[in-house]
Nanobody
Framework: VQLQASGGGLVRPGESLVLSCVVS????????LGWYRQAPGKQRELVAH???????TYADSVKGRFTISRDNANRAVYLQMKSLKPEDTAVYYC?????????WGQGTLVTVSS
């Protein structure tokens, strides 16, 4: 099942954005999830990871600015992004962590530009 990310858009440097991804109950309860991004001309990278019990880890490039969270009631995983920088411009995806090849959705584009 593909996991679909949403919430991207065009923002200015320093602004905030929240991405969302709805997942099944089974995935939310038993699997670690991650937010990934792929910038133009670059490989896709994991930027945030959260375990079933809520422990989160982050890539150094986003640590202190991004927050990943799980919402059991809404069966969703979120990525709150603050203090966005132009280098955060990318297509963002949610997937299991480690990623499952068949779960890549279309992603959501985040563009940070003045």
């Amino acid at each position: 099942v593909q996991l679909q990310a949403s919430g991207g858009g065009l923002v200015r440097p320093g602004e905030s954005l929240v991405l969302s991804c709805v997942v099944s109950r089974v995935i939310l309860d038993f699997r670690a999830l991650g937010w990934y991004r792929q910038a133009p001309g670059k490989q896709r990278e994991l930027v945030a990871h959260i375990t079933p019990d809520g422990r989160a880890t982050y890539a150094d490039s986003v640590k202190g600015r991004f927050t990943i969270s799980r919402d059991n009631a809404n069966r969703a995983v979120y990525l709150q992004m603050k203090s966005l920088k132009p280098e955060d411009t990318a297509v963002y995806y949610c997937n299991l962590s480690p990623a499952f090849a068949d779960s890549w959705g279309q992603g959501t584009l985040v563009t940070v530009s003045s």
